[in-house]
């Protein structure tokens, strides 16, 4: 069983940035796909930003040019880099990790973006 938890997330103004951090209590794979979702209040969660065990990433088009996702595999790590935050980034943001058939998802921690 793998627990992911949630780090770095606050309140920040626009134009701010923030690194959101996940660290898994188990090792990660390289066939692990990390992924950094959000959910804004009244909204659907919605897919942020992916990363392959071989690197590859693929982005929300919202955060394209302003958010960068990394992988730790030796420190069990996976990180969000947000930079030229906007308001409607505010959201609570989730790790969440594919392995094979298997999903496992963090607690959450929340961005708030003030303008």
């Known amino acids: 069983q793998v627990q992911l938890v949630e780090s770095g997330g606050g309140l920040v103004q626009a134009g701010g940035s923030l690194r959101l951090s996940c660290a898994a209590s188990g090792s990660i794979f390289s066939i692990d796909v990390m992924i950094w979702h959000r959910q804004a209040p009244g909204k659907q969660r919605e897919l942020v930003a992916a990363i392959t065990g071989r690197g590859s990433t693929n982005y929300a088009d919202s955060v394209k040019g302003r958010f960068t996702i990394s992988r730790d595999n030796a420190k069990n790590t996976v990180y969000l880099q947000m930079n030229s935050l906007k308001p409607e980034d505010t959201a609570v943001y989730y790790c969440?990790?594919?392995?094979?058939?298997?999903?496992?998802w963090g607690q959450g921690t929340q961005v708030t973006v003030s303008s």
């Open positions: 969440n990790m594919k392995r094979g058939y298997t999903d496992y």
